[in-house]
């Protein structure tokens, strides 16, 4: 009977630990970096808040970092969104569909597909928010030219 409650005891133990390391994970930024060059926070209207940033290299989506205070499957959807970005000029990021979240995610609950929309929504807002400022940057470039001056 003891080594039965031992074994009980320390699965619940073991099950804790890992709990408790998810919701860490869940509430940490992922792959936070230093530099980015869009940043974008967005609330659903469940109430999950997702946070997205990225760095652009050579024309190029070079590293991604998020956050995302909801449920699991928010996070799982805009994990999926930000590696699927990675290595992806903006515009190509913008062929990316809640479908293809949604499935790279595996089994979403149909209750929690509007997670992998709000990923998308936030990635997608991200990619307008750095094209945007790139057009701002590039029609702005020489005061001459744009007759600040």
Same mark, same amino acid.
């Given at each position: 009977?003891?080594?039965?409650? =031992?074994?009980? *005891?320390?699965?619940?133990?073991? @099950?804790?630990?890992?709990?408790? #390391? &998810?919701?860490?994970?869940?509430?940490?930024?992922?792959?936070?970096?230093?530099?980015?060059?869009?940043?974008?926070?967005?609330?659903?209207?469940?109430?999950?808040?997702?946070?997205?940033?990225?760095?652009?290299?050579?024309?190029?989506?070079?590293?991604?970092?998020?956050?995302? =205070?909801?449920? *699991?499957?928010?996070?799982?959807? @805009?994990?999926?969104?930000?590696? #699927? &970005?990675?290595?992806?000029?903006?515009?190509?990021?913008?062929?990316?569909?809640?479908?293809?979240?949604?499935?790279?995610?595996?089994?979403?609950?149909?209750?929690?597909?509007?997670?992998?929309?709000?990923?998308?929504?936030?990635?997608?807002?991200?990619?307008?928010?750095?094209?945007?400022?790139?057009?701002?940057?590039?029609?702005?470039?020489?005061?001459?030219?744009?007759?600040?001056?």
């Amino acid at each position: 009977m003891i080594p039965l409650l =031992t074994t009980f *005891a320390f699965t619940v133990l073991v @099950l804790l630990i890992i709990g408790l #390391a &998810a919701l860490i994970l869940v509430r940490q930024p992922h792959r936070p970096h230093a530099s980015s060059d869009s940043e974008v926070v967005i609330t659903g209207t469940c109430g999950d808040t997702m946070s997205l940033r990225f760095s652009v290299a050579m024309g190029r989506i070079a590293g991604t970092s998020f956050k995302s =205070t909801g449920c *699991a499957y928010s996070f799982s959807c @805009l994990q999926v969104a930000a590696d #699927a &970005a990675r290595g992806r000029t903006p515009l190509q990021v913008l062929d990316i569909d809640a479908d293809f979240i949604a499935r790279k995610v595996g089994h979403l609950p149909q209750d929690h597909q509007h997670c992998a929309k709000l990923a998308l929504t936030t990635l997608h807002a991200a990619v307008d928010r750095y094209m945007q400022g790139r057009v701002k940057s590039e029609s702005f470039s020489d005061p001459q030219e744009s007759g600040l001056t």
